[in-house]
């Protein structure tokens, strides 16, 4: 019997596509693939972890339909989101000749997908471009949505377009792969979606989360399901966050803080970072008297479950003291008129943005 095949529709108009979530869609990526085809040939850039698993699969799949695959590799990490980088891959595609019409497929992480999609974004002003993400934190979240860039010395994501893809193959299968450190931070994206708008998909992560992590089937692919299909209805709405889209930033001004703190290395993972920034704006909430006391521990203990950190002092290493991460705060792109925004919630799944924050209780929650 062939694996469920789950199906997200980003009603974007002329920018529509779909998000194909399932186990085993790496091996019909040619079958997938082809319809978006004006010529049998598309050019994969992946990195060289991820290719080292799944280039030979994916390239196999494209060549039952009689399509040719050249492929780039390039180191794996975040170091590879660069300037340096971006060249690489503009001018590899241009080498290659692959014109507007073209297709370039992006098989890796959310470091691969945003590199390569800003790379179709600027490519003869954009050309077509399927996410095929690897990682749970790239199925979930980087490759739905359209934000595509690199980093720079001044922040992460800080120069990037945003461009839609044709295509996503989220590949639930392939999660198997990941390291177990990896599969938690992208957990990290996936309890967010609850806590951001929806209190029933919570509980059933609170449910079915350890199921989830030990490799259940039916678990990893509703928990996808349901992510992208909330992501995909929070970029309907908003495409270019003006708004709304906001929300999907949840934890993320105290992530994106504590990534800084900790030079963007394996010391914390983004996903990791997205967890404990997810505890410190409930933790927040409760203390401006916006949600109850029990939701900050609701959400603590469930990460606490899971195995993951929920608090600074997890973060192994020294952290910079209160006023320097608050000063790093302050590079968040939710910056507005030099006002720090924040999402705090009124309840588990009751997110909403923000630009009135105590400082006192910003600075008591950061102290612990
Ligand atoms: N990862 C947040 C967004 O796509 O808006």
Excluded at 14 to 21: D, G, K
Excluded at 42 to 67: C, M
Excluded at 237 to 245: A, I, K, L, S, V
Excluded at 256 to 284: K, P
Aim: charged share 25%; glycine share 12%.
């Amino acid at each position: 019997m062939s694996e469920p095949i789950e199906r997200v529709h980003v009603d974007l108009g002329e920018r529509a596509y779909e998000v194909l979530i399932g186990a085993g869609l790496l091996g019909q990526a040619g079958r997938l693939i082809a319809p978006l085809l004006h010529v049998p040939r598309v050019a994969i850039v992946s990195d060289a972890t991820v290719a080292g698993h799944h280039l030979a699969a994916l390239k196999a799949a494209l060549a039952q339909e009689g399509i040719e695959a050249d492929s780039l590799e390039l180191p794996p990490g975040e170091a590879t989101k660069c300037w340096a980088q971006l060249e690489t891959v503009c001018s590899w595609l241009l080498d290659r000749k692959v014109e507007r019409r073209g297709i370039v497929i992006a098989l890796g992480g959310g470091v691969i997908g945003d590199l390569v999609g800003f790379a179709a974004a600027i490519l003869r002003r954009g050309v077509r471009f399927v996410q095929i993400p690897t990682s749970l934190l790239a199925q979930v979240d980087s490759s739905v949505g359209g934000k595509t860039g690199i980093n720079t010395p001044h922040g992460k994501n800080l120069i990037g377009a945003f461009h839609q893809p044709s295509l996503v193959l989220a590949d639930t299968g392939i999660l198997a792969t990941l390291p177990r450190r990896d599969l938690l931070a992208g957990y990290g994206e996936v309890v967010k979606y609850g806590l951001l708008g929806d209190a029933a998909f919570f509980a059933w992560l609170e449910a079915n989360g350890p199921k989830l992590a030990a490799g259940d089937p039916a678990a990893r692919l509703h928990a996808v399901r349901r992510s992208v299909e909330m992501k995909a209805e929070i970029v309907v709405r908003d495409e270019t966050e003006q708004g709304d889209r906001a929300l999907l930033n949840l934890g993320h001004t105290f992530c994106h803080a504590l990534e800084a703190a900790t030079g963007y290395s394996d010391r914390l993972l983004h996903g990791e970072g997205v967890a404990i920034g997810c505890a410190l704006a409930f933790e927040l909430s409760a203390r401006m008297g916006l949600c109850s006391q029990e939701d900050p521990s609701r959400v603590r203990a469930h990460l606490r479950e899971m195995g993951m950190k929920t608090d600074l002092s997890d973060i192994p290493g020294e952290l910079p003291g209160t006023d320097a991460l608050i000063a790093l705060m302050g590079q968040d792109k939710k910056v507005l008129d030099g006002k720090l925004r924040f999402i705090l919630a009124r309840g588990i799944g009751e997110a909403f943005v923000t630009s009135e924050v105590e400082p006192e209780m910003l600075r008591q929650v950061l102290d612990g």
